[in-house]
């Protein structure tokens, strides 16, 4: 191993999970093969495809491995592919690299008609991948990961076309949310059950919080009466940003508002942010806030280096207003509710 090559690359290198999920698809594809060899390069070609999914799927870019060659079972049969197809952008090869490498196979029938090429060095013993780096050309049959421009630049690359697109977007107004409908099982529009937006399992537990030092209202009551929780999908998108890719893309995360009748009459709301991507840390000094009426912050919460999830809760009268903030710098999202 040459150390001077991955030191460089270490230093920009995204480490990144691979699920259970990612790991039951990749053997699956593989039983179909005719040889083991064949077996094991499309193992390891649908994980490099999946952990790449999964990472642009998080920064809030749209993805479709149904129209991708790689999903494709006699494609994926007859050649060597590992594409990602990104709507609106194009094709994304990625490829895997086992061990400590330093350079990577690129067959001859994905060296036209992509983007570029992402290289994951994939480590199945630990469950994590590393997003080494990117390039937009390769010359022959084995590039080497010392020519791998930053993950940051891969983002630029697709940001561009993103950019054009969003500039003529017009962002949708907020909905008010009643919450005294959702009892009745009457939902907003964007509202969804949780499982189908974030796995259960995947999910904390335990409802612990981080307490505040601002004073709320009692909300340890007893109440007979079930918990309905919803989720919604959020994308924060920073306009004000310098960089091309800070600008355009969107980090998404998903809200979750959880009410409870209490035998008091007041209504109990739980409020978690979790990262789109399930085993994904949320970023740091990302804030949940709440507003009164009078759009005073009321309550707030931050994450810190390695959370995994961030929550309020609290209680309220029916017919009370208060506003839900979720904000990584100068990307806001606000969602308007009624008790």
């Known amino acids: 191993m040459n150390h001077s090559i991955y030191q460089r690359v270490e230093d920009f290198a995204v480490p990144l999970p691979i699920t259970s999920s990612a790991l039951a698809i990749a053997r699956q594809f593989a039983r179909q093969q005719p040889t083991p060899e064949k077996a094991d ?7 490099a495809v999946l952990v790449v ?8 870019i749209e993805t479709d491995l149904e129209a991708s060659d790689s999903w494709n079972p006699v494609v994926r049969m007859c050649a060597d592919v590992a594409d990602l197809e990104l709507p609106n952008i194009g094709r994304l090869e990625c490829r895997p690299i086992e061990g400590s490498g330093t350079e990577c196979l690129i067959p001859q029938e994905v060296r036209e008609s992509r983007i570029g090429y992402a290289i994951v060095q994939i480590d199945e013993t630990i469950g994590q991948a590393n997003l080494l780096g990117f390039t937009t050309t390769v010359d022959g049959e084995q590039l080497s990961i010392k020519n791998l421009q930053s993950p940051e630049d891969l983002i630029d690359r697709i940001a561009t076309p993103l950019k054009q697109t969003s500039e003529s977007a017009v962002e949708p107004r907020s ?3 009643y919450l005294q409908q959702w009892f009745d099982e009457i939902f907003e529009a964007g509202w969804q059950a949780v499982e ?3 796995n259960p399992t995947d999910l904390t537990p335990a409802m612990s919080f981080r307490t505040t030092d601002l004073e709320v209202r009692d909300v340890e009551s007893s109440s007979t009466i079930s918990a309905i929780c919803q989720a919604k ?4 998108n920073d306009t004000s940003a310098e960089s091309l890719s800070e600008r355009v893309f969107e980090f998404s995360v998903v809200l979750l508002v959880e009410i409870q009748r209490s035998e008091n009459g007041t209504v ?3 409020l978690q942010v979790h990262p789109r991507t399930p085993r ?16 005073n912050e009321f309550m707030e919460v931050r994450s810190r280096t390695a959370d995994n999830y961030i929550q ?3 209680g309220g009268e029916p017919g009370e207003k208060f506003s839900v903030k979720v904000a990584l710098g100068n990307a806001i999202v606000t969602e308007e509710f009624e008790i």
């Open 41 to 47: 390069r499309v193992r390891l070609n649908t994980l």
């Open 233 to 236: 999908l959020l994308h924060l």
């Open 53 to 60: 999914n999964e990472y642009l799927q998080w920064l809030g």
């Open 268 to 270: 109990d709301i739980v």
């Open 312 to 314: 309020i809760q609290f």
């Open 280 to 295: 994904f840390f949320l970023p740091p000094d990302l804030q949940l806030l709440i507003l009164d009426e009078a759009r």
């Open 196 to 198: 189908t937006l974030l």
């Open 175 to 177: 909905t008010r949310v």
